[in-house]
């Protein structure tokens, strides 16, 4: 069945009064695999696909400039073996940029309270490593500076903007956080320092 057919059946279940959830379930059972996609739908029928993707990133930062960034693949889960990859990198982006803080191992780590986080496994290599680590409170995720500060200039930046794929998305995302200021930077530690 052509996508034009199918578009033929919308039509119909929107003249007969059925929801946009209702036509798509009549699809699936017509059509099986062969369904559209969710669509949007209207009175007038299809307006367009609308597929929202989901980019997920660690962002590791310090007072003054993004130390590492990683866009998390598509479908990959962040469990502790994932994390543990991702610290691994970091340290030797910490040592390769910021060399004076490793030489003297002045730095810390502050992450969530999330299960790969709190891993006895994480826990260990960043002990073995003597990186250290503050405590993130439970339940206090208005103290997460990626969460009251890169976030939502993130968010700001890119809301409201079409992309064509993840990939584009990545991109103004990466270019964004190249943009971010020094003294944005300085004032979400100070913020830190208040909540």
């Known amino acids: 069945m052509t996508p034009l057919e199918q578009g033929a059946n919308i039509k119909f279940c929107v003249l007969i009064k059925k929801s946009p959830s209702e036509t798509l379930e ?5 059509y099986r695999n062969d369904a559209m996609k969710k669509k949007w739908l209207c009175t ?4 367009g696909k609308r597929e929202r993707g989901k980019v997920m990133v660690e ?10 960034y990683e866009f998390i693949p598509e479908g990959q889960t962040v469990n502790k073996e994932f994390y543990l990859e991702i610290l691994k990198r970091l340290r030797d982006v910490v040592r390769r940029k910021r060399p004076e803080k490793w030489a003297t191992n002045d ?15 994480v826990k260990k290599y960043l002990a073995r490593h003597s990186v250290i680590t503050l405590e993130h409170p439970p ?16 968010k700001m930046k890119l809301e ?3 992309f064509v794929d993840l990939d ?4 103004n ?3 964004q956080l190249k943009d971010l200021s020094k003294n944005g930077f300085q004032d979400c530690f100070e913020q830190l320092y208040e909540r």
């Open 59 to 68: 962002i590791f930062f310090n007072y003054d400039s993004v130390i590492q």
């Open 44 to 47: 007038s029928g299809i307006i």
């Open 168 to 171: 584009e998305v990545i991109e």
């Open 160 to 162: 409201g903007h079409r």
């Open 173 to 175: 995302a990466m270019k």
């Open 26 to 30: 009549l699809l699936k059972k017509a």
């Open 107 to 121: 730095w810390f780590l502050l992450h969530y309270n999330a299960p790969p986080d709190r891993a006895l496994m």
């Open 139 to 154: 339940y206090s995720h208005d103290l997460a500076p990626s969460d009251f500060y890169v976030f939502p200039r993130l």
